[in-house]
């Protein structure tokens, strides 16, 4: 059972980081990177890669606190001071 959540995880993960539209944004920024990218600024390449980082932070801070949790319960229980 363990080994199948953590596979899904996995595929899920590489799923989504190597999908060609993780580098989609909304229409405004979009549009501001097209236009700076016509007239060579540099700036509007790394726009997609600060989209990307927010992006990631809420899903890592999930994990971070789910893991926390998990870890938690599993002493209480091993602890035998868990209450179902």
Known sequence: M????????????????LSTE?????AMCKA???EGAKDGNLQSAS?????????????LAFIVVGYLWYRNYKKKKAE?????
């Open 2 to 17: 363990k080994l199948r959540i953590v596979i899904a995880f996995v595929a899920f993960f590489l799923l989504t980081c």
């Open 32 to 34: 501001a990177a097209e």
């Open 80 to 84: 035998g001071t868990y209450i179902n």
């Open 47 to 59: 726009l997609n890669t600060g989209i990307a980082y927010l992006l990631v932070m809420p899903y």
């Open 22 to 26: 993780l580098s989609a944004q909304c």
